[in-house]
C-alpha cells in the first residue's frame, strides 16, 4: 500500500462542495471515482480542507492509498484522463510516509477572495469572483479587518449549519489589497468555521462601499451573534490557495 499526497485545482462551479454528498456531485466523489477506473481498488480521498458549493481550489493537498504499483507521474497522468471533462486536475502527485494525513498532518490553511470591483457584466470570470459595482476602499478594508487578527470568538462569522465545536479560532493573517479593478482579500489560518471567509468578506465589503464604519466589523465581532452580520460574500470568488504542513 502506498500513500499518495495529490495537489488539485479544480473549478467548483459545479460541484456540490469538496466532500462527497448524497444530493449532487462533489470534487471527491470524481477523484474516487477515477481512482477506482484507474485501479480497480475501493479507494477513498482525504483532504486538508472542505470547500462549499462553488468553492474554487488552486492547490488543494489530498491523499489516497493505493495498493497497485504506480510511478507518481503514471497515476496523475492516468487520474486527470478519466477525470476528464470534470474541472478538476492532479497538479502534482508524490508518494509520502503512512501516516502523513492530508487533513490532521496540516498546520495551516491559506484562501483568497477575489472581488471585481466594476459596473460592466462579468464575462471571462462569471462564476469565478464577485462583482461589486460601488467603488470599493480597498485601505478602508484592510484597516477595518486588522480587527479580526488573533484568537477571537467568531460565532459572528459562523454559519448556522457550522459543525464546529467551538467558535474560538485564530486567525494568522487578514490582507485587503486593490490590484487594477480588482480587490484581493488574503487569510492564512491553521483552520476555519463554516463560512467564516466568506461572511469576514462581505462585512468588509460593507466597509468598502461606505455602508459600514470600519469600527463596525470589531463590533460586529464583539456581538459574538450571527444577526450583526452584515453580508455573507456569494462563494464564487473564494480560492482554497495553499495548505501547510510540518518540514519534514
Known amino acids: 500500500m502506498t500513500r499518495f499526497a495529490l495537489t488539485l485545482e479544480f473549478d467548483g ?93 496540516c498546520i495551516g490553511r491559506a484562501y483568497i477572495y477575489r472581488i471585481v470591483n466594476r459596473r460592466a457584466p462579468l464575462t471571462l470570470e462569471r462564476g469565478k469572483a464577485w462583482q461589486v459595482a460601488k467603488p470599493l476602499d480597498a485601505e478602508a478594508m484592510h484597516r477595518a ?4 487578527v488573533g484568537r477571537h470568538d467568531f460565532t459572528t462569522f459562523r454559519s448556522v449549519h457550522c459543525q464546529a465545536q467551538s467558535p474560538l479560532k485564530t486567525l494568522d493573517r487578514l490582507d485587503v489589497r486593490r490590484e487594477g479593478e480588482c480587490v484581493l482579500i488574503e487569510t492564512e489560518a491553521r483552520s ?28 460586529a465581532l464583539e456581538a459574538r451573534d450571527r444577526q450583526a452580520l452584515g453580508l455573507n460574500a456569494p462563494p464564487d470568488g473564494l480560492y482554497f490557495v495553499r495548505a501547510v504542513y510540518p518540514e519534514g
Open 13 to 105: 462551479s459545479p460541484f456540490m462542495g469538496l466532500q462527497r454528498q448524497a444530493h449532487g456531485p462533489s470534487v471527491q466523489q470524481t477523484v474516487e471515482d477515477a481512482a477506482h477506473a484507474v485501479t480497480g481498488e475501493d479507494v477513498r480521498m482525504h483532504a486538508a480542507g472542505r470547500t462549499d458549493t462553488g468553492v474554487h481550489a488552486l492547490a488543494m493537498r489530498a491523499h489516497i492509498d493505493v495498493e497497485k504499483s504506480f510511478t507518481p507521474f503514471r497515476l496523475m497522468e492516468a487520474l486527470n484522463a478519466r477525470m476528464r471533462p470534470h474541472p478538476v486536475a492532479v497538479t502534482a502527485c508524490e508518494p509520502v510516509a503512512d501516516d502523513w494525513h492530508a487533513r490532521f498532518s
Open 192 to 219: 476555519y468555521l463554516h463560512h467564516q471567509v466568506r461572511s469576514m468578506t462581505g462585512c468588509l465589503a460593507m466597509v468598502g462601499m461606505g455602508r459600514w464604519r470600519e469600527e463596525q466589523v470589531r463590533e
Open 145 to 148: 479587518a486588522q480587527a479580526l
